[in-house]
């Protein structure tokens, strides 16, 4: 007769990261890290955008063209997805 046998399973979360990409349109340039990868809940670095001469900064939209701020430094927290986001100039 076989003896009686217990055990027990462990598991250990998966760590999940989200990709942030910052683009600039015509008419601007970027200050800050335009890649940057984040763990689920954390906060990205802030990055700004710089109007080039002749130009001024209008929003950052979403990769559905979205508006997401009219505030030139854009800073997320609390993550939690990859985001595509572009400076817009005028």
């Known amino acids: 007769m076989p003896a009686s046998l217990s055990a027990t399973a462990n598991f250990a979360p998966t760590e999940v990261n989200y990709a942030l990409r910052f683009m600039a349109g015509a008419g601007g340039v970027l200050r800050g890290p335009i890649w940057q990868t984040v763990r689920a809940g954390g906060n990205a670095s802030a990055v700004s955008a710089v109007s080039g001469t002749g130009h001024h900064f209008v929003n950052w939209t979403d990769a559905d063209n979205r508006v ?19 400076a817009n100039f005028k």
């Open 68 to 86: 997401v701020s009219y505030s030139a430094t854009l800073k997320f927290t609390k993550v939690t997805a990859n985001k595509r986001l572009t």
